[in-house]
């Protein structure tokens, strides 16, 4: 093998996800970085969305030794469970360790957060249930003969934070882990290696996020990586956009002259779309990963 990772850097239009509530108020995710806070979503929500999405977990199997864990043993193993690919730990009897495959950074809004917050109720449900069941929640409430009925018809109404914004997140896979498990003898085969990335790829290129009951379209509009020698996030330092503006500069030019690809998803998405493309002729989105997958196909049959 030639020791290689693939990475990927992705400016996506996605929604955070959610922290702890309070009552019936919901809050969004947020960083602070340089004296501003930032919505996010979090590398684990992407890791799980993309294992989900790209059957990873389709042949998923857990067993529960004080918590559930991914079941590993003898007959389920890396070779043939594509759920161990994101990585395990396993305590029954020994405890066995295999890292993840890929790694995720955290989809960070490019732009500081601006509070955007939604009401909503369950007033159809909590009216149907009241008319069946002759509760009338509407009526004045009389504090010394209050009938209880009137409160038991189940209407809440909540809160919550929005944010849906250019957010970055990166991906990088080190090529050489896909398939090998050091506490196996057994491996995935060439096959089944070139399928489990490109199942990833697949995933991120049509990713859809379910928020708050909404579907999210959450595929690239920008993404810059490649093949390369880094097993590292290689771009995600020189990937910067702000007010919708990528910042082309010298750092970020030079790592994409290193053998790497640009994809853009033209539409107006940016406002300097047309200096991006004078810049760094960039592919399609599907032409993107196509040439990706070639190159995935190669590295593994060469």
Request: contains cysteine; hydrophobic residues 30%.
């Amino acid at each position: 093998m030639k020791n290689k990772a693939l990475t990927l850097t992705i400016i996506s239009n996605i929604t955070s996800n959610y922290g702890e509530g309070l009552g019936n108020v919901s809050t969004v995710q947020k960083v602070f970085r340089n004296g501003k806070v930032y919505a996010t979503r979090s590398r684990e929500s992407l890791k799980n969305a993309i294992m989900v999405q790209s059957g990873l977990y389709d042949d998923l199997k857990v067993t529960v030794d004080g918590a559930a864990q991914k079941l590993v043993n003898d007959d389920v193993n890396i070779s043939n469970c594509k759920a161990l690919e994101g990585g395990y730990m396993n305590t029954s009897g020994t405890t066995n360790i295999r890292k993840s495959s890929f790694y995720l950074t955290d989809a960070v809004s490019c732009d500081e957060f601006v509070n955007e917050t939604r009401f909503h109720n369950n007033l159809y449900l909590a009216s149907a249930y009241a008319k069946e069941n002759k509760i009338n929640f509407q009526a004045k409430k009389d504090r010394e003969n209050e009938d209880k009925k009137e409160n038991s018809s189940g209407l809440m109404p909540y809160q919550y934070e929005f944010d849906k914004s250019l957010k970055k997140y990166s991906i990088t896979i080190d090529l050489d882990k896909v398939g090998v498990d050091e506490n196996s003898p057994s491996q995935a085969d060439t096959g089944e290696k070139i399928q489990r990335v490109l199942s990833i790829l697949k995933t991120i290129q049509n990713l859809s996020l379910i928020v708050k009951g909404n579907m999210d379209n959450a595929e690239p509009l920008l993404i810059f990586g490649g093949i390369g020698e880094y097993k590292t996030h290689y771009f995600d330092n020189v990937v910067n956009v702000k007010r919708d503006t990528l910042n082309i500069e010298n750092g970020l030019k030079d790592r994409v002259k290193n053998g790497y690809r640009v994809g853009l998803l033209r539409g107006g998405n940016f406002i300097n779309e047309e200096d991006i493309v004078n810049e760094f002729s960039p592919l399609s989105i599907s032409e993107f990963f196509k040439d990706l997958e070639e190159d995935v196909k190669s590295y593994y049959e060469e």
